[in-house]
């Protein structure tokens, strides 16, 4: 598979801003789309925000204004860049790829957000 490292998480407070980086083994450029996707303890998993080849975005209804998908291929990465952040959004964030016949799945990276 591709192998997928998050980056970027951690503690923020309601209100705060993050950014989470997705760096893949493999170029980003070929891949069908690149996403995140978030689960919080006892819910499914959900898509937070998508970005196909052709630079596409598609949001959560949740996220929709807040939340920015982006990548530098170049660099064989994506971002999730997140705003004006709620006690929802707490999650363990993944990024996920596809590739056509490849679907690959990051390792997550934990997104706690304080009152």
């Known amino acids: 598979q591709v192998q997928l490292v998050e980056s970027g998480g951690g503690l923020v407070q309601a209100g705060g801003s993050l950014r989470l980086s997705c760096a893949a083994s493999?170029?980003?450029?070929?891949?069908?789309?690149m996403a995140w996707y978030r689960q919080a303890p006892g819910k499914q998993r959900e898509l937070v925000a998508l970005?196909?080849?052709?630079?596409?975005?598609n949001y959560g209804d949740s996220v929709k204004g807040r939340f920015t998908i982006s990548r530098d291929n170049a660099k064989n990465t994506v971002y999730l860049q997140m705003n004006s952040l709620k006690s929802e959004d707490q999650a363990v964030y993944y990024c996920?790829?596809?590739?056509?016949?490849?679907?690959?799945w990051g390792q997550g990276t934990q997104v706690t957000v304080s009152s």
């Open positions: 996920n790829s596809n590739y056509g016949g490849l679907n690959s």
């Open positions: 493999r170029s980003i450029d070929s891949a069908y789309f």
């Open positions: 970005i196909t080849r052709a630079g596409n975005t």
